[in-house]
Nanobody, 126 residues
Framework: QVQLVESGGGLVQAGGSLRLSCAAS????????MGWFRQAPGKELEFVAS????????TYKNSVKGRFTISRDNAKDTVYLQMNGLKPEDTAVYYC???????????????????WGQGTQVTVSS
């Protein structure tokens, strides 16, 4: 069974940091773009960050640029999201994703996602 399993979420004060991890099992995603989406209560799902198969290309939602860093370790089939300077508006369930196609360098559109993790809650208190 193919799975993406997130960890590292939790409760943190504004200005604090968290590091999310996403481990793949059941198959390797070393040739796929991967990334993170999030969904806050009552709001639509939104793109956060994406990384190419070799880590050479990354892209971010404008509001997290300079605060979040996405990275990956293909030897461990794991992708990370380092979140610094967290704000209350970053509160959401964060989902790890992998592209449906290996032809996509990065993905920002949820229609291009082939695999979703179960989500991990991030709560930032003011």
């Amino acid at each position: 069974q193919v799975q993406l399993v997130e960890s590292g979420g939790g409760l943190v004060q504004a200005g604090g940091s968290l590091r999310l991890s996403c481990a793949a099992s059941g198959r390797t995603f070393s040739a796929n773009a991967m990334g993170w989406f999030r969904q806050a209560p009552g709001k639509e799902l939104e793109f956060v960050a994406s990384i190419s198969w070799n880590g050479g290309t990354t892209t971010y939602k404008n509001s997290v640029k300079g605060r979040f860093t996405i990275s990956r370790d293909n030897a461990k089939d794991t992708v990370y999201l380092q979140m610094n300077g967290l704000k209350p508006e970053d509160t959401a369930v964060y989902y790890c994703i992998a592209s449906r196609s290996t032809l996509r360098l990065i993905i920002t559109d949820p229609r291009e996602v082939g695999y979703w993790g179960q989500g991990t809650q991030v709560t930032v208190s003011s």
